[in-house]
């Protein structure tokens, strides 16, 4: 069972917090999560690059000139794929990138990037985080004094209008609601902030 410091908003250690090791210390697969951010930002992708083919330019019904006699290869229009203005040839059309990933393996990659984190010493667990009003300079105090520099993910065990609106000028901070997370977000952040209510709900779902 790994054992991490618990903090209050203001930095100052209040106490210790157990994780279940079957969430936050299980065995490194960089294979999985590999496997699960590919599908995650596939699954991101919009999917509507276009080109169109010499059957979809416009123009081109007439013969640019007769078939014999000219000396010139022979032509039937203008829109073939090697004229100016012709069609694309194998262009983009538009596609579906999604990429499934069962919900077992999905599962353990999320396992085993939260257990990267943790043993990287980059999780930092607060008791609470609550604003009484609408602030970003409260919300950059309160990670400065976290020590949550650089690219920083909070996981809320539920979220508030003070603390969504607080965080959005903050550049490369990122909220989430438990367990709503996904492995990307985890393997891309440097600092983990997380409640002690988001940690349970963690514990809860992927335990």
């Known amino acids: ?25 299980v065995e490194l697969n960089i294979p999985l999560m590999h496997q699960a951010v590919v599908a995650e930002e596939a699954n991101m992708r919009q999917g509507t690059a276009d080109t169109k083919s010499r059957a979809e330019v416009s123009g081109g019904g007439a013969k640019p000139y007769r078939q014999k006699g000219t000396g010139r290869a022979r032509q039937g229009s203008t829109r073939a794929p090697h004229y100016y203005h012709g069609g694309v040839t194998f ?6 990138y999604d990429k499934a990933l069962p919900k077992k393996m999905r599962r353990g ?5 939260l257990s990267a984190k943790v043993a990287d010493e980059s999780v930092i667990v607060v008791d609470e985080i609550k604003l009484d009003s609408i602030s970003t300079k409260k919300m950059a105090a309160l990670l400065k004094g976290l020590e949550a520099t650089g690219k ?3 996981v809320l065990d539920g979220v508030t209008e003070e603390i969504l609106k607080s965080s959005r000028n903050i550049p490369r901070l990122l909220i989430r609601v438990a367990p709503a997370v996904s492995v990307r977000d985890i393997l891309n952040a440097d600092k983990i902030v997380m409640t002690r209510g988001a940690v349970a709900k963690l ?5």
């Open 152 to 154: 920083a993910l909070v």
């Open 109 to 113: 990659a999320l396992r085993s990037a």
């Open 1 to 25: 069972m790994a054992k991490v410091s618990l903090k209050n908003m203001a930095g100052e250690q209040v106490g210790d917090l157990d994780l279940k090791a079957e969430v936050f210390g």
């Open 203 to 207: 514990e809860e779902v992927f335990a």
């Open 91 to 96: 262009g983009p059309t538009p596609r579906s």
